[in-house]
């Protein structure tokens, strides 16, 4: 499986068709999902971002990423 | 224009734009479900179907009640509502609540229902959190919805199998929290 950098990540802001976001060291592909389109999540979250801390104050938990797929890893998670 | 009122929350320390875009996401969420859930009520049918119509009904009205009560404060805070429904429509806060491949399956439409609701008590969750402390009207607004959609998923939820809630479907009336805000 694929292995990110930070700003290798940051690359995939949806701007170019593709959205990851990180949690917990697992990078995943949100790009077909509605809720983050055009790379924004309930306004104020951003793809192409490690959202590990962000999801701590959220109104759910990492169950709801893990309905999409896993494209790699994040080599720098902390 | 609420100038003052707008004051306020800037000066509580809200980002007034992030928050106006969030009210109109929901808002737009409310008028979608609306009218994606008279579809689904309408195929609540047979047996199984008929028994879920009644809340199915009492939800989508409510869902509408939440659009009326959740546009007059986008327009006090300075916002306004996309002039395309197409636009509307695609910057809902939450996918559409389609009808299942085969509509015949009450199950299926349940679980349509339910990932709705859920949807909006997360919204509205993160609103309440945005706000708590700092805009007191939009709080008191989004806890309103909020309670409304709770009780929506536990309608729903019931049916799924996911346990008891305590709570009883509605005697007549119609969003028992948000109606202050319809006046």
Known sequence: MRTFTRKELARYDGSGGIAYVACEGKIYDVSQSFLWQKGKHQVIHRTGADLTEVLKGAPHGSELLERFPIVGSLVDPD | MAKVAQ????????????????LVNNAAAELTTYYYYTILRVNLIGMAGETIKEIAETARIEDRNHFEALVPRIYELGGKLPESMVDFHNCSACPPASLPKDPTNVTATLKVLVEAERCAVRGYTHICNLTAGKDHRTYDLS????????????????FLGEGPSGHFLRRGETSPFVSKFLR
Request: aromatic share 6%; proline share 0%; glycine share 4%.
């Open chain 2, 143 to 158: 806890l309103a919805i909020l309670n409304e959609e709770i009780e929506h998923e536990s309608w729903f939820s019931e």
């Open chain 2, 7 to 22: 004051e306020m929350v800037k000066k509580a320390g809200v980002n007034l734009d992030e928050l106006v875009e969030l």
